[in-house]
């Protein structure tokens, strides 16, 4: 019943795709590493409560892209961004917002599980610690079993919350680090490639938990294997040498794409 | 001929052997080097190996053992009147017929027989030539000295002989062993390692060589003075060193030297451990890297700086200068101009120490810190965490293992300083906890028991090797106790 329910909840919102409001605005977005150009002018929205998978070739600007909407470039010396990006109505590279408080909206999940070398509790408590979202000692542990809840991982490491995270398998480790941003309440999660270090079980668990996380969170997603944006993104941007190709409904785009090299990638002619 | 002419000719043979090898090989090969199994170059350096190795060892071998041999027999040859006194008289004597030995080189011929003949004298006519003797010549010295110098030359012959012929044989054993199948690259891999291993053996006995000095001569120093006494006496006065009067007629403390120590090692890394690891964390997390890359030598460059200048700088600086505003100060508050810090004290010590301390600490924890792998950073940043709250919560956690092997290394170097204590911390061996007042360590007390003319029978100077043992053993402590830390923490950590 459930199933069913949630089935028909997803067909009604992939139908009504176009229809859905935008989270994040980009416009005109070039990033530059010193001399060298990685982006020109993108064009890119990411709509609500979807998930979008930005693919292409090694190299084309995708995870750059994706790093711009959480200004997690800031972190690399020389690189310079253009453009404007909006999160609902603030400017992202407004000088006046917070970046510490922009991260805390748009949290990020790396392509290898970086779990800290703390406990598996102290590892999804760290974000709420860090902005204060829970203060007494029942209120951190509601929101770390919620966490963990939502990432799928309670049930495995219910009995050993204070064993080192480090300890845990690599599927599970990664699924610790999106507890760890979920944790956090973002209104946006980026991840980039999440499962290129995992094995073929460890990506099934993590496709399924993105596909339950979109619910409540709006997702951009990088990631090399076309079978993966097909199975878990609603929307697929294509880039290709730092340029925007397409970006379409997935259906569409893995069907009946408007761009030949959108086809020929996804067909496997090249990158 | 003489040994580095003997040396340069083994080395020449050494030379020819390599090229005569090469070339064999080359010939062997019939031009087609796929069809030896080992380049040119490593059967030319089996021959010289062959030629060379074994000659020098004979070498070395034989010039450690001849002079014991000539002189056992030149012992031998001095008449019973001289070997029946004992053995003290006979070294005498041994060492008289080497100088005139050494002498008789000089003279001519006529000189010579007219000493044989007792119609010149001995002592006299060598002097003229500018070889003095101790006492006068005894007539049989003469003949003894001859004896000496007929054996040295036939050793010198004999000993170039066969070692020209032990470099000359090596070298033609081994060419003829070489063949195109010959796995000389094998055997010159096996040379390689084992001069490797001789490299390492070498540093580690000489290390075991200085401990078990150290160790016979403490154990001589407790044979007078009581190891209880030692170490937990609480007075340190050693008194002089009288030529001759031995016994053990000082207090051999340990207690307030080591109290010193380790109060003067706190107050520096007091000092140095917070700057130290500030700037660490600045260097590696916040400063640009052009910054950096003129920042960390420069900081590096106080590391550079001999301990003895730091103790100037001590002694003429910073002691004064706290003296002088203490004064300052004192007057101020009471109206009494009297300092309360003295010029040498503790506080100067472990000021200008600390500053010494500052670059190990940095660089040590610098490296460590930004081994940090970058996904820790990056995960944390991009939880919205600040860089301060990154490097307090997730950087420094992990680095810590590393951080405090750290420390206790720079805890080690603190405790065994010695420049600049003698200078700064003054030498008065007092038990109290005034940071204001001198204090002596453990090295000071070393320098001040061994400087001067000496014995090394009495107590007064056999406690220098006792105090250094238990430096030695308090500094070993520090660096296991450093690295167990720092694999416990690693298993928990990775």
Redesign the interface.
């Known amino acids: 019943m459930n199933i069913m329910s949630e089935a028909a909840v997803e067909k009604a919102l992939d139908q009504k795709m176009n229809t859905v409001p935008y989270k994040m605005i980009g416009k005109d977005v070039s990033v530059y590493y010193g001399e060298k150009r990685a982006l020109f002018d993108v064009n890119l929205n990411i709509r609500e409560n979807t998930v979008t998978a930005l693919i292409g070739p090694s190299g084309c600007g995708k995870s750059t892209f994706l790093r711009t909407l959480n200004r997690m470039n800031d972190t690399i010396e020389n690189c310079r961004v253009t453009g404007k990006i909006t999160l609902d109505e603030d400017d992202v590279y407004d000088p006046a917002i917070d970046v510490v408080e922009l991260r805390a909206r748009v949290g990020m999940v790396f392509q290898k599980p970086n779990p800290f070398p703390k406990s598996i509790y102290d590892n999804v408590a760290y974000g709420p610690r860090i902005h204060g979202l829970a203060r007494t000692k029942s209120e951190f542990d509601d929101v770390v079993e919620t966490s963990l809840q939502k990432a799928g991982l309670w049930n495995e490491v219910k009995d050993r919350l204070h064993e080192p995270g480090t300890g845990l398998s690599g599927g599970q480790q990664q699924r610790l680090c999106i507890a760890r941003a979920v944790a956090v309440s973002p209104e946006v999660i980026l991840m980039d490639e999440p499962c290129s270090a995992l094995d073929p079980i460890a990506t099934a668990k993590v496709e399924e938990l993105i596909h339950e996380l979109r619910s409540n969170f709006t997702i951009v997603i990088v990631t090399h294997s076309m079978q993966q944006a097909a199975r878990v993104s609603q929307r697929t941007a294509m880039f290709h040498l730092g340029n925007l190709v397409e970006e379409n409904d997935t259906d569409k785009m893995f069907t009946n794409p408007d761009d030949q090299r959108t086809q020929d990638y996804i067909m496997g002619r090249f990158g | 001929m003489s040994t580095s002419f003997l040396l340069l000719l083994i080395v020449i043979i050494g030379f020819i052997s390599y090229f005569a090898g090469r070339a064999r090989s080359f010939a062997q090969a019939g031009g087609k080097l796929s069809n030896l199994h080992s380049l040119p170059g490593y059967h030319g350096s089996y021959v010289a190996i062959w030629a060379i190795l074994p000659a020098a060892l004979v070498l070395g071998a034989w010039l450690i053992a001849a002079p014991v041999y000539i002189d056992a027999s030149t012992r031998a040859a001095l008449p019973d009147t001289v070997q029946s006194q004992g053995g003290a008289t006979v070294e005498l004597a041994l060492g008289q017929v080497k100088s005139v030995a050494g002498g008789l080189k000089r003279l001519t011929a006529e000189e010579v027989s007219a000493l044989e003949s007792g119609s010149a004298n001995l002592r006299s006519t060598l002097a003229a030539k500018g070889v003095a003797l101790a006492g006068e010549g005894e007539p049989y010295m003469i003949a003894a000295a001859q004896h000496f110098n007929a054996m040295s030359v036939t050793n010198r012959w004999l000993m170039s002989a066969i070692v020209l012929l032990i470099a000359v044989a090596g070298g033609a054993y081994a060419i003829r062993n070489i063949a195109t199948r010959f796995r000389a690259r094998n055997q010159v891999e096996r040379v390689m390692l084992g001069s490797l291993i001789v490299a390492s053996s070498i540093a580690i006995l000489t290390t075991v060589g200085i401990i078990a000095s150290m160790l016979s001569e403490a154990g001589r120093f407790f044979t007078m003075v009581s190891p209880f006494e030692f170490f937990f006496g609480t007075v340190w006065d050693p008194r002089f060193a009288a030529a001759g009067s031995g016994g053990s007629s000082g207090q051999f403390g340990l207690i307030p030297l080591l109290a010193g120590t380790l109060y003067i090692a706190f107050v520096a890394m007091l000092f140095a451990v917070p700057i130290g690891l500030f700037a660490a964390i600045y260097m590696a997390e916040y400063a640009?890297?052009r910054l950096r890359s003129t920042a960390k030598p420069l900081l590096e460059v106080l590391a550079g700086i001999p301990t003895i200048v730091y103790g100037f700088f001590a002694l003429v600086t910073v002691g004064p200068f706290l003296r002088d505003i203490s004064a300052q100060l004192n007057g101020l508050v009471t109206g009494n101009y009297q300092n309360f810090i003295q010029a040498q004290s503790v506080l100067t010590a472990g000021i200008v120490m600390g500053i010494m301390l500052i670059p190990f600490v940095s660089s040590l924890s610098d490296d460590i810190i930004t081994q940090v792998?970058r996904?820790?950073?990056?995960?944390?940043?991009?939880?919205?965490?600040?860089r301060s709250?990154t490097v307090k919560?997730?950087i420094l956690?992990?680095a810590l293992p590393g951080i405090v092997g750290a420390l206790l290394l720079t805890a080690s170097r603190a405790v065994g300083e010695t420049m600049i204590v003698v200078l700064a911390a003054g030498v008065a061996a007092r038990m109290q906890i005034n940071p204001f007042e001198p204090m002596t360590t453990v090295t000071v007390k070393i320098v001040n028991q061994l400087t001067g003319d000496l014995e090394f029978t009495s107590p007064q100077t056999l406690v220098a090797f006792a105090l250094g043992i238990t430096l030695f053993v308090i500094t070993l402590g520090l660096n296991i106790y450093a690295l167990y830390i720092v694999r416990k923490y690693r298993e928990?950590?990775?």
Do not use: H, I, W
Not at chain 2, 375 to 386: I, N
């Open positions: 640009s890297p792998p996904a820790l950073r990056d995960g944390s940043l991009g939880l919205g965490a600040t709250e919560k997730v956690p992990a928990q950590y990775e």
